[in-house]
DNA sequence: ACATGTATGTTACATCAGTAACATCTGTCA
DNA sequence: TGACAGATGTTACTGATGTAACATACATGT
């Protein structure tokens, strides 16, 4: 799985909010923070698609967007390729310490800790 | 600063180690890990060089090069812009949760510490 | 003085990400 | 039914990074 790069990461948070949403709508809602225009902001969910971080749908004749991983496994991994190459930690993560980062519910957190540490298999 | 890449980020390691280091002596011990061709390990060299995340030097007749910040103050750069994107922390970040890395020393963590929580301004 | 091996300088090419315009198609309102 | 708005498809350009070869200069031994 690519994993997402800051752009990237940057739609995929508006649509763990709330998808799925259309093109325009994700513009609405990311495109002031991004600052970019709305063929950018097309270009990068065309892109996000080829690389399956979104799945298309349509829905009443428009195209909408749909995260294919949750926020939890998306970010794990994320976590995992970073604190592997920048701090050389491979085994278990410690996660507690983030637990107020407001990114993630406690479920979510939950979830997260699951796929950090049983092991690198996921379901 | 710029933040260094994937690669840089290992170049740097083997600096961290020792240095000032001649590009075959970083070829030699970082060359086999990253499975470059010497001239693969020159080109990113020379590029760390123009991003000023390397300095050059001249010892007897040799080209040697010498990581410009230091570990700690690399490496709390790449944490706070990592916790910063990805999961929105801004304050002061918790990293007695890493000390186990064996990435840096006791002093070394000090100084990231210090770094990253006294502020955003740098000496 | 010449050859041979390192060191250094220069150039090249692919891919990806950032950023965006142009071109077309289609449905709806007048 | 014709025009316009919005949706979708296609193409383009730039800069960074990964990856590497070619070409040249310099030192050292014979």
Known sequence: MTQPSK???AILKVL???APLSAREIQEKAGPQLDWSFSTTRTTLSRMVD???LRP???HGVRVYTP????ARTLSG???????TVLEMKGPLPTAAFHDSKMLSEMEWLELD???NESGDDD
Chains 1, 2 share one sequence.
């Open 7 to 9: 752009s990237e990461l």
């Open 16 to 18: 763990w909010v709330e």
């Open 51 to 53: 690389k399956a971080l």
């Open 57 to 59: 749908n349509t829905k």
């Open 68 to 71: 294919v991983d949750s926020k």
């Open 78 to 84: 994320v976590m995992r390729e970073f604190f592997g």
């Open 114 to 116: 699951r796929l950090l």
